[in-house]
């Protein structure tokens, strides 16, 4: 099973810490974000993993190396330009030639991939989306009405929103619908698909979920560590190595 790793991201969000450290690099406990994915993905019966880099490419080279350190194989294509959360993967499409797992370089999440990728590659359709439902709190009174009366005030709601959590499971037909050198997102691509009426699966995760995408979510991810993913090499989150049933 094969797997790509987005990691070519300014981390704009996450300055100053990631003007010298790219974000996948960030120290989480005693790993780093990106070891802590290798690892997890690892655990579920990756065996090669891409990272599409961009932003010191060569940090994340030297880094990581070949990935026999974490018993995997690591193979690196770099942006001649910033070309989305989508473009990156046309570098690779001559290697990926069977369904394949694709995921932000920011996301920690105790998600079992080798499910994950036995539900996409059992479904009709070309492209799975991990979603996650998140609770917002606001902060105001919510004001149910009807005319000029108040039939309801609940104070300080909590809205609950499901959100696209950045992986994906891709199958090799996808490749037809991504311009190369272009900057595409996947929003761009599941708009396409949606458009044209070709189906996109969706794979509502329960588990633990984080993007660290600004300071503050950092800092829960060093919260996180300990309770999530301290174990991570003597096996998966539960301490075994599950593996991937790909029939």
Request: charged share 25%; aromatic share 10%.
């Amino acid at each position: 099973m094969n797997a790509v790793i987005l990691a070519g991201g300014l981390g704009k969000r996450l300055q100053p810490f990631t003007q010298v450290v790219p974000k996948p690099l960030l120290p989480v406990g005693e790993s780093s974000v990106l070891e802590i994915q290798v690892v997890s993905l690892r655990n579920h019966g990756v065996t090669d993993i891409y990272i599409a880099t961009y932003y010191r490419a060569d940090y994340i080279r030297a880094f990581l190396g070949d990935g026999s350190a974490h018993g995997v194989r690591v193979h690196y294509s770099t942006e001649p330009k910033p070309l989305g959360t989508c473009g990156p993967v046309t570098l690779l499409k001559e290697e990926l030639t069977e369904p394949f797992l694709m995921m932000n370089g920011d996301i920690l999440t105790t998600l079992d991939f080798s499910a994950l990728y036995r539900f996409a590659t059992r479904k009709d359709a070309d492209l799975t989306v991990v979603t996650k439902e998140i609770t917002t709190p606001c902060n105001f009174g919510e004001v149910t009405a009807e005319g000029e009366y108040i039939l309801e005030v609940e104070e300080k709601p909590d809205f609950r929103f499901e959100i696209v959590a950045g992986i994906y499971v891709l199958k090799p037909p996808v490749f037809e619908l991504i311009p190369e050198n272009t900057y595409y997102g996947i929003d761009n691509l599941i708009k396409d698909m949606l458009r044209r009426g070709l189906p996109v699966a969706r794979y509502l995760t329960e588990d633990y979920w984080l993007d660290i995408g600004q300071v503050d979510d950092y800092q829960v991810a060093q919260e996180a560590y300990g309770e999530h993913f301290n174990d991570l090499e003597r096996g998966n989150a539960n301490g075994e190595n599950r593996g991937a049933d790909t029939g």
